[in-house]
């Protein structure tokens, strides 16, 4: 076992479960990839500021769009540049190592000190892009042709890569991963986090806001359910609209900041309306039922 | 070491490779799983599971494997005697009496032994009953009160606890799920061809080569649009009343079809319970929204991909007999086979999708209409699973 201060076990910031601290260390100490998914607003991006916040470690962001291909993560060479450079005559275009740019997995590898590289929504790429750096990954190496080198990383970055599940991600690339899926926070462990980011938080708007939020979860048919994430800025934005605990329950202030749909804000009117504008816990499940 | 443990994930429907497996003896061998049950059943969940929808089934072979459960009737009595014995009424004070009251025993315990029933039902053979057995088919929300129950009552050890509660059920892919999922299904049903629309933003390599021999060498960059999906697609839904217990799977399928962008066209038909002469516009089936059925066959080439979604279930006059449709009113000279295998015949790739479980279709009332209607096309049910390999069928030619 590694000794206790290379162990992730969350930040004062950020609030991970003991599964999740468990397979960041897995990931760390197999050297390899660790594969985050969960609901949006779980705070999978986050995730890997933390780690690196709590590993002390430099992180290093790769955003991937839709049209990222795997290549860019490892170098670009800049033929555009160099055919322009060429024609005007006043650089030096003989040598190809003046185009050549290093991505940021490149710059992962050559970096003096380990890094944190978050590869943040695989998913948005191509369908081929995780099949492409499977070997980079793997080998923690890549070549040039353009000028005969390779780029040998000179240790394992902590890589950590978020997805959206909007595509199916190939075996060959989970095979090689740590997976890791962030449950919903329960309730216990959501009051944690929002006293987190909001210390100075009276405990009555904490339990009100927390009830009003856990109702809404709970409506039938909403398109997009309100997340860890807009929980935090609701409570903020209560907090600077000066709201009373009194007022949350009854007028549900500032709706907009937990629904972004104009379906979803109809049906929680809509229920707010009939119930007599009193919003009650969810019934949930009966008490025998429970685990705990 | 546990290397039955492995072929038994594998029993379970999770894919596990033995790369995985190896990685897992090495963080063992590391010491990673902190010497505890628990510690196991993150690590391994964490190295050998890829995907949330296979956690439950990894609960499932997890709670197998460390506690060994056989049969269903042993299970039943001990969840009975538990729930029995775990809930005198002398325990329970009078405001937590309040909420029991919706919850009554024997309401709870037909509750389970239905839903036990179902499992069982749903099951794909074999001895361990909650094996396969997974959801029932029509997706109940939250997680099982007898998942939870069982693990409370027999176990002691936290790990086999969590495997038991099974709260990652409602992941599973054979269960019906959201838009969402749907969605990302019908975004396998693609066909490229080149744009002719668009931003120009890949670079043209034979025209730029052309356009700089022109300029005598002075470089200049020729951008081309990408390429597009081509696939035309048409739903064609049945809205009669046998589908109203399936409204809402239904209306989320529509959903995720409607927010598909990426179809070159779509269309939506709905019929009442069978296909006659007449196709509707709209679900209400009006005879004012009305066109006829050969005029669709004409409008729509056969290069479109033509969704059937409908129970299949009705008497089988309706689907065999001229004069058979349901609706008094409305006279069918040639029976609704007839009319399906013509739409079948007329477009190169059909499926039907019914939201009945496949488990349930040569059980139900309905069994020989699906049966007959099968024949004609090919069937998948409406789960995210059944749409994947529906969109497979659609993708190549039958």
Same mark, same amino acid.
């Given at each position: 076992?590694?000794?206790?201060?290379?162990?992730?076990?969350?930040?004062?910031?950020?609030?991970?479960?003991?599964?999740?601290?468990?397979?960041?260390? $897995?990931?760390?100490?197999?050297?390899?990839?660790?594969?985050?998914?969960?609901?949006?607003?779980?705070?999978?991006?986050?995730?890997?500021?933390?780690?690196?916040?709590?590993?002390?470690?430099?992180?290093?962001?790769?955003?991937?769009?839709?049209?990222?291909?795997?290549?860019?993560?490892?170098?670009?060479?800049?033929?555009?540049?160099?055919?322009?450079?060429?024609?005007?005559?006043?650089?030096?275009?003989?040598?190809?190592?003046?185009?050549?740019?290093?991505?940021?997995?490149?710059?992962?590898?050559?970096?003096?000190?380990?890094?944190?590289?978050?590869?943040?929504?695989?998913?948005?790429?191509?369908?081929?892009?995780?099949?492409?750096?499977?070997?980079?990954?793997?080998?923690?190496?890549?070549?040039?042709?353009?000028?005969?080198?390779?780029?040998?990383?000179?240790?394992?970055?902590?890589?950590?890569?978020?997805?959206?599940?909007?595509?199916?991600?190939?075996?060959?690339?989970?095979?090689?991963?740590?997976?890791?899926?962030?449950?919903?926070?329960?309730?216990?462990?959501?009051?944690?986090? !929002?006293?987190?980011?909001?210390?100075?938080?009276?405990?009555?708007?904490?339990?009100?806001?927390?009830?009003?939020?856990?109702?809404?979860?709970?409506?039938?048919?909403?398109?997009?359910?309100?997340?860890?994430?807009?929980?935090?800025?609701?409570?903020?934005?209560?907090?600077?609209?000066?709201?009373?605990?009194?007022?949350?329950?009854?007028?549900?202030?500032?709706?907009? !900041?937990?629904?972004?749909?104009?379906?979803?804000?109809?049906? !929680?009117?809509?229920?707010?309306?009939?119930?007599?504008?009193?919003?009650?816990?969810?019934?949930?499940? +009966?008490?025998?039922?429970?685990?705990? | 070491?546990?290397?039955?443990?492995?072929?038994?994930?594998?029993?379970?429907?999770?894919?596990?490779?033995?790369?995985?497996?190896?990685?897992?003896?090495?963080?063992?061998?590391?010491?990673?799983?902190?010497?505890?049950?628990?510690?196991?059943?993150?690590?391994?969940?964490?190295?050998? $599971?890829?995907?949330?929808?296979?956690?439950?089934?990894?609960?499932?072979?997890?709670?197998?494997? *460390?506690?060994?459960?056989?049969? +269903?009737?042993?299970?039943?009595?001990?969840?009975?005697?538990?729930?029995?014995?775990?809930?005198?009424?002398?325990?329970?004070?009078?405001?937590?009496?309040?909420?029991?009251?919706?919850?009554?025993?024997?309401?709870?315990?037909?509750?389970?032994?239905?839903?036990?029933?179902?499992?069982?039902?749903?099951?794909?053979?074999?001895?361990?009953?909650?094996?396969?057995?997974?959801?029932?088919?029509?997706?109940?929300?939250?997680?099982?009160?007898?998942? !939870?129950?069982?693990?409370?009552?027999?176990?002691?050890?936290?790990?086999?606890?969590?495997?038991?509660?099974?709260?990652?059920?409602?992941?599973?892919?054979?269960?019906?799920?959201?838009?969402?999922? *749907?969605?990302?299904?019908?975004?396998?049903?693609?066909?490229?061809?080149?744009?002719?629309?668009?931003?120009?933003?890949?670079?043209?390599?034979?025209?730029?080569?052309?356009?700089?021999?022109?300029?005598?060498?002075?470089?200049?960059?020729?951008?081309?649009?990408?390429?597009?999906?081509?696939?035309?697609?048409?739903? $064609?839904?049945?809205?009669?009343?046998?589908?109203?217990?399936?409204?809402?799977?239904?209306?989320?399928?529509?959903?995720?079809?409607?927010?598909?962008?990426?179809?070159?066209?779509?269309? *939506?038909?709905?019929?009442?319970?069978?296909?006659?002469?007449?196709?509707?516009?709209?679900?209400?089936?009006?005879?004012?929204?009305?066109?006829?059925?050969?005029?669709?066959?004409?409008?729509?080439?056969?290069?479109?991909?033509?969704?059937?979604?409908?129970?299949?279930?009705?008497?089988?006059?309706?689907?065999?007999?001229?004069?058979?449709?349901?609706?008094?009113?409305?006279?069918?000279?040639?029976?609704?086979?007839?009319?399906?295998?013509?739409?079948?015949?007329?477009?190169?790739?059909?499926?039907?999708?019914?939201?009945?479980?496949?488990? *349930?279709?040569?059980?139900?009332?309905?069994?020989?209409?699906?049966?007959?209607?099968?024949?004609?096309?090919?069937?998948?049910?409406?789960?995210?699973?059944?749409?994947?390999?529906?969109?497979?069928?659609?993708?190549?030619?039958?």
């Amino acid at each position: 076992m590694q000794d206790h201060k290379s162990l992730f076990s969350g930040t004062r910031d950020y609030i991970a479960s003991q599964e999740l601290q468990n397979s960041v260390n $897995v990931a760390v100490a197999l050297g390899r990839p660790l594969l985050i998914k969960g609901e949006p607003g779980t705070g999978k991006t986050m995730l890997a500021q933390s780690i690196a916040d709590g590993l002390e470690k430099d992180l290093l962001i790769w955003n991937i769009k839709s049209t990222t291909k795997a290549k860019d993560g490892l170098y670009i060479y800049d033929t555009v540049q160099r055919l322009y450079d060429s024609q005007f005559g006043d650089h030096e275009v003989s040598d190809i190592k003046h185009y050549i740019k290093l991505g940021k997995l490149g710059e992962a590898f050559l970096a003096s000190n380990q890094l944190v590289l978050l590869i943040d929504e695989i998913d948005k790429a191509d369908i081929e892009f995780p099949n492409d750096l499977l070997w980079e990954l793997d080998i923690m190496n890549f070549d040039i042709p353009e000028t005969g080198e390779t780029v040998q990383a000179r240790q394992r970055p902590i890589v950590v890569i978020t997805s959206n599940a909007e595509k199916e991600l190939p075996d060959a690339f989970l095979r090689r991963c740590i997976f890791h899926y962030i449950a919903f926070p329960d309730a216990e462990m959501m009051a944690e986090i !929002v006293q987190v980011h909001h210390p100075d938080l009276q405990q009555k708007l904490l339990e009100e806001a927390m009830n009003a939020f856990y109702w809404l979860r709970s409506i039938g048919g909403l398109q997009k359910k309100p997340s860890t994430s807009e929980l935090l800025d609701w409570v903020q934005a209560l907090t600077v609209g000066g709201i009373s605990p009194e007022q949350i329950s009854t007028e549900l202030p500032f709706l907009g !900041v937990l629904l972004k749909k104009d379906h979803d804000f109809n049906t !929680v009117l809509q229920r707010l309306h009939r119930e007599g504008a009193q919003v009650k816990p969810s019934p949930g499940l +009966p008490h025998i039922g429970r685990g705990r | 070491m546990f290397i039955n443990f492995f072929y038994l994930l594998k029993a379970y429907g999770v894919p596990v490779a033995i790369t995985e497996w190896m990685m897992l003896m090495e963080a063992l061998a590391r010491g990673m799983s902190f010497s505890s049950l628990t510690g196991f059943y993150h690590l391994g969940r964490a190295v050998l $599971v890829k995907s949330e929808t296979y956690y439950d089934r990894y609960d499932l072979a997890f709670y197998n494997y *460390f506690q060994g459960i056989e049969t +269903p009737v042993e299970l039943m009595e001990k969840v009975l005697q538990w729930l029995e014995k775990a809930l005198p009424p002398r325990h329970i004070s009078p405001e937590e009496r309040l909420k029991f009251q919706e919850w009554d025993l024997d309401q709870l315990r037909q509750q389970l032994e239905q839903r036990l029933k179902e499992q069982k039902g749903e099951h794909h053979g074999g001895s361990n009953w909650i094996g396969t057995g997974g959801s029932s088919p029509f997706g109940h929300s939250g997680y099982h009160p007898a998942g !939870v129950r069982i693990g409370g009552e027999s176990v002691n050890k936290s790990a086999v606890q969590v495997a038991a509660q099974r709260n990652f059920r409602s992941f599973r892919t054979d269960a019906t799920l959201g838009v969402r999922q *749907f969605e990302i299904a019908l975004r396998k049903l693609r066909q490229l061809s080149s744009k002719v629309e668009g931003l120009r933003e890949e670079l043209d390599l034979d025209e730029t080569v052309r356009e700089t021999g022109n300029k005598g060498g002075l470089l200049q960059l020729v951008w081309t649009r990408g390429r597009k999906n081509m696939v035309k697609v048409a739903l $064609v839904m049945d809205s009669g009343g046998s589908m109203d217990p399936y409204m809402r799977i239904c209306s989320q399928l529509f959903t995720a079809m409607n927010r598909s962008s990426h179809f070159k066209d779509l269309r *939506f038909f709905f019929f009442h319970n069978c296909i006659y002469q007449h196709l509707y516009l709209n679900p209400s089936c009006h005879i004012k929204s009305a066109i006829r059925t050969e005029d669709f066959l004409h409008m729509l080439t056969p290069d479109y991909k033509v969704i059937l979604l409908g129970d299949a279930s009705m008497a089988p006059s309706e689907l065999t007999m001229p004069g058979g449709a349901i609706d008094w009113s409305y006279n069918n000279d040639e029976p609704g086979i007839t009319w399906l295998r013509r739409i079948a015949a007329h477009f190169d790739h059909t499926v039907w999708l019914n939201p009945i479980p496949a488990s *349930f279709w040569d059980r139900t009332i309905g069994s020989y209409t699906i049966s007959a209607i099968r024949d004609v096309f090919p069937m998948y049910e409406l789960t995210v699973e059944g749409l994947d390999g529906a969109i497979k069928k659609l993708k190549v030619r039958k």
